[in-house]
């Protein structure tokens, strides 16, 4: 079993930035990659960003070149630092550590007002 908290989500203005935090515990030995997803009312859960253990990230093509995901394997916590945020960038953002299952946070809201 893997456990994710995250934390870091809140309200900002277009333009603003924000830096959500997950924090793993219990059997990281199986995570092989880690990353973030969202899911806006009405929507589908889509991808944002991944990250394997080295670092090898990848992004929705939404979100290149404004968010930067990383991962400190000595804290066992993943980040996901959000620039420029636009209105459409308003969701519940969820971490998920993948391996031989597939683990979930329990999400935190992202609210970009215009």
């Known amino acids: 079993q893997v456990q994710l908290v995250e934390s870091g989500g809140g309200l900002v203005q277009a333009g603003g930035s924000l830096r959500l935090s997950c924090a793993a515990s219990?059997?990281?030995?199986?995570?092989?990659?880690m990353g973030w997803y969202r899911q806006a009312p009405g929507n589908q859960r889509e991808l944002v960003a991944t990250?394997?253990?080295?670092?090898?990230?990848n992004y929705a093509d939404s979100v290149k070149g404004r968010f930067t995901i990383s991962i400190d394997t000595a804290k066992n916590t993943v980040y996901l630092q959000m620039n420029s945020l636009k209105p459409e960038d308003t969701a519940v953002y969820y971490c998920?550590?993948?391996?031989?299952?597939?683990?979930w946070g329990q999400g935190t809201q992202v609210t970009v007002s215009s």
């Open positions: 998920n550590s993948a391996g031989v299952r597939s683990y």
């Open positions: 219990g059997s990281i030995f199986s995570i092989i990659r």
């Open positions: 990250t394997t253990r080295g670092g090898t990230a």
